[in-house]
């Protein structure tokens, strides 16, 4: 019983800051952005509701907090499951969840996206990606880092535009992954997940969601909104990226972590 005891203490210790781990120090990274008022959702949904109930003493003399909040799927740090854009794709809750846990790599593009904020990721940046790191996108959760969290919650600044509606969805600009590198890892590789630090894992002016299409088809998991990839290392970094379980969901909301070895 004390060992147990001992070794959640230890658990405990390493998943809300730094631990060791082999004698090597290590960290946790928070990868979510909060969930509050100021919450970046497609422009056709409404934001994330915080309801407060009751907070405070009772007649019985104990504290008591439980509120409510209400959310679309797709907003914030959230997952795009299979059936996001497939018929016959995984619901939220049929994702088999080692899908969501394992090794990460992060594919860094700020530069290119910089330089064009509608950029598209191609076969090429994924297979350079490959030989500089001697490592191929298999059995891994590849993380797609355009520089865009640093925007955030500035939605002008995020989605390209602070209009709703149709209206603001035809003036999206924000870099992507681009539909043949989509098809390129879901041929050609075999991955665990995609996540990516802006709204979208299909560029802003996508119309028919290609990158959506192609991988959803494929039953890969798409995250999207994620955040403080600048704290993730190219390799090496251990990823868990939970999403609330609803059943028969096309996506929900993610907390998405990572495992830092320095
Ligand atoms: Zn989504």
Redesign the pocket.
Known sequence: MRRQWVEGLVMAAGLFGAGTRGGAAETWIDLTHPFNADTIF?PTETGFQFDPGNNGPTPKGYYYAANRFTTA??GGT???APR?FSATGQTTDEIPVDRFVGDAVVVDVTAKCAANPVYEITPDDLVAWEGEHQRQFVDVIVLLKTGWASRWPDRKAYLGTELKGAEGVANLKFPGLGPEAANWLAQQRRVKAIGIDTA?IDHGPSTHFLSHQVLCGANIP?I?NVAALDAVPATGAFVVALPMKIAGGS?GPVRIIARVTD
Do not use: A, K, R, T
Request: proline residues 0%; hydrophobic residues 25%.
């Open positions: 497609w799927e797709h959230h997952l795009d996001h979208s798409v999207e996506g």
